[in-house]
């Protein structure tokens, strides 16, 4: 017989399938063994009776969790069954023994980081890939759709990035090389080529934050696009944003409820246009509404931002921050020269910074005076004048920080779950 899915045979709900899969949980008596069996695709009860397997009982009673079989029988409702489905099991196939598996209810989150190569395994993981591999499906699709051409920048970069102490370094031969932080100096280059690029990459950040949202790396989702301004390329990262949240609820509504998210609280955003303030208005909202003082030039610290997200069930646009506190290639504001020309796009639920992004400046003089403000080595950045020194264009775009994207939408505690193989300071293996 053909091997089905084990969803497809709960679609099939009657008559001979054949399934195979791992032993997701075991139990048995002197005459019957209940196998729960999981593939890719669910999960489904399997009875085998003693009766009918005289010969293979003694293997069969010794079957542990994680043993990979093949099954064949009669599939049917069976309210009682953990998913609706029962298959009354009449040929079995024994692949691969399990030893006794190393995770149980009661193991701890730590514990469960070192044997995440096994955890992978699990309903919570499996829904989560899934959804992150809708999510990154639906970036790309959303770019396609947009005419953009996928561009890739270099990893190893020989320094000149955005922030210095944050980068990691690599022992390049004889010289010191850096993991690429943001592909945006060098995407910058690229559009004055192709106009409209983005990439889905690996971005590197040597980051001592030991917080839920912070990743060493991360997956950056970032755009950049020739004759732009402002309010386009927040148009840009809502549509983006929308669209994501689209396609997640129209596929996996079954894996968010697996995962016990209420998918109803993701439907404002699907609905609303996401506001867009200033820093200056989030300073009043939090001075009047939530009695806290920040001092004009400071940034916004995690439990200001929490406060003002309160009263917003949608992400926001934060406009307009201190130009002196903002990376150097955001030009200032005309109409508020304090300010730069840059948003941050905040989640709601507590999911702070989920998108950053800018104009660029692309007056030399501003920005050899912003970099020097910064105590960076302007020669480092020689091919950064370059670029704009033949024909330059207003230009901006912006990064997505994948996997906080996914934590907000997935209702995770931690940005660790949102990736298969998570780098922190403190986690760095498997
Ligand atoms: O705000 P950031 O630093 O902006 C840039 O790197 C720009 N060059 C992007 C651009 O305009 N092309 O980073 C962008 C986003 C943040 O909003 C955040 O969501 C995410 O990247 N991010 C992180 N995600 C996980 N772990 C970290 N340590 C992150 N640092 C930033
Ligand atoms: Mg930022």
Redesign the pocket.
Known sequence: MEFISIEEAMKKGSGKVAVRGWVHRERGSNELKFLVIRDSSDIIQCVLKKAQFKKQWADIDKLQVEASVELEGTVKEDKRAPTGYEISVDKINIVGLSDSFPINKDINEELLGDRRHLWLRSRKMTAILKIRSTVIGALHEYFNEKGFYEFQSPILIPGGA?DGPTMFEVNYFDRKMYLA??W?LYAEAAMYSLEKIYCVAPSF?A?KSKTT???TE?W?T?MEVAWTNLPELMEYAEEMTKHVIKRVLEKNKKELEIIGRDWKKLEPSLKKKFPRVTYDSVLKVLKEKKKMSVPWGKDLRTIEEDKFMEDHDTPVFVTNYPKEIMAFYKPRDPDSPKTALGFDMLGPEENH??????VRDTNLDELKKSLKAKGEKLEDYSYYFDIHSYGAVPHG?????T??LIKWICGLET?KDAIGFPRTMTRWKP
Do not use: A, D, P, V
């Open positions: 955005e932080q943001t945006q950040r980051e949202r912070h990743l991360y950056h970032e910074e989920l998108i950053g992004g800018s775009g912006f990064g997505l920080g996997e906080r940005i």
